[in-house]
């Protein structure tokens, strides 16, 4: 078991930066990949990123944030830092524990955190 709380979320203007957290606990952690994904109002739980297990580190992300947003991982904890924040990067963020760091469907992922609001204002 993998549990997960998510935090670091508020309100910030666009252009603007935050760095969402994902506090894991659980003696399996570091064999999972993690991701983030995030869902706003009206729409389907979008892939963001996802980082490798421990022992590679490996990233990939989603286009729409490629380039301004940033995964890692250290002990415990999975970081989304975010740039350069747009109106539409507005949603709940979750981070989610699987096996495959390319999984991009929520499907694929096997715990999942509560969330933690991102609000971008123009």
């Known amino acids: 078991q993998v549990q997960l709380v998510e935090s670091g979320g508020g309100l910030v203007q666009a252009g603007g930066s935050l760095r969402l957290s994902c506090a894991a606990s659980g003696r399996t952690f570091n064999g999972y990949a993690m991701g983030w994904f995030r869902q706003a109002p009206g729409k389907e739980r979008e892939f963001v990123g996802a980082i490798s297990s421990w022992s590679s580190g490996r990233t990939y992300y989603a286009d729409s944030v490629k380039g301004r947003f940033t995964i890692s991982r250290a002990k415990n904890t999975v970081y989304l830092q975010m740039n350069s924040l747009k109106p539409e990067d507005t949603a709940v963020y979750y981070c989610?524990?699987?096996?495959?760091?390319?999984?991009?469907?929520?499907?694929?992922?096997?715990?999942w955190g509560q969330g933690t609001q991102v609000t971008v204002s123009s």
């Open positions: 989610a524990a699987g096996l495959n760091y390319r999984g991009t469907t929520p499907e694929l992922y096997e715990f």
